[in-house]
């Protein structure tokens, strides 16, 4: 990329970090305002002193170190068989056969609905956490992946076997490149949905957690809590999201963008 080209770019990625930063500061007035305005929300300094006070104690650094050590394996162990599974569902009609009933039956089922049949089933411990943290994960991801191979151009294919490629490298060099913007796309989805499910996980009798603290400062009705709380999981959240948008854009860095 010559120098003349990277300029532009380099100007438009400074207007849109300029936005982004004003976005915040924007979103901080509103909350003032709010805080100002209604009797039962705490202020943005309320809560960082409270945040600082749970950081003091080590109280927020271990909740949140086990709530990302769920997020993280069940968001894993969700990617690890969807992937797979999806790639199975789209290359195979015999396969797609197979899982496809399931896969729309369960997603049906929110993944919330299955705790109290997980808790009967696995106990109390990390296993019934992870688990409903793994299955919002999978689904969400295995339906992309299996998008993304039906959606193949098959004139790419056809040019393939034209030239003599034979089915396994057709598949790997065609179909798993073409197929990665929608996988990373759908880990992207699984990622938010494996969040938006760890409150309702660590519900089950856990001890630390980001949903634990978040339970546990509602029954003393600790405001600064919940909201240190919620900022945490946001914040982690986002940042494991920019890491997963990078690495799509690493990946798919042949794709035209606008």
Known sequence: ??????????????????????????????WWLWSATAENV??????????????????????????LQR????FALGCAVAIPVGFLMGWYATA?????????????????????????????????????IYVA???????????GVVDVDKTLINAARVLGA???????????????PYILVG????????????VAAELVAAQEGLGY??????????RPTIFAALICIGVLGLLMDRVLLLVERRATSWQERR
């Not at 997020?71 to 069940?74: E, S």
Request: net charge positive; aromatic share 8%.
């Open 166 to 180: 034979p089915t396994r490298t057709i598949f790997a060099r065609v179909v798993v490149p073409a197929s990665m």
């Open 137 to 147: 994960a999978f689904l969400s991801c295995v339906i992309a992946t299996f998008q």
């Open 71 to 74: 997020v993280l394996i069940g």
């Open 42 to 67: 705490p202020t943005p300094a309320e809560v960082a002193k409270r945040m600082g006070e749970l950081f003091a104690d080590g109280t927020l650094e271990a909740d949140i170190l086990a709530s």
């Open 213 to 222: 603290r978040m339970q546990n400062a509602q029954i003393y009705v600790d």
């Open 187 to 198: 880990m992207r989805v699984g990622l938010g949905s494996a969040w938006g499910t760890l």
């Open 1 to 30: 990329m010559s120098a003349v080209q990277a300029l532009p770019r380099a100007r438009r990625r400074g207007r849109l970090l300029a936005l982004n930063i004003a976005s915040a500061l924007a979103g901080l007035g509103v």
């Open 96 to 132: 797609r056969a197979v899982f496809e009933p399931w896969v729309q039956f369960f997603r049906t089922v929110p993944p919330l609905a299955l705790i109290p049949l997980v808790v009967v089933l696995l106990g109390i411990g990390e296993e019934p956490k992870i688990f409903v």
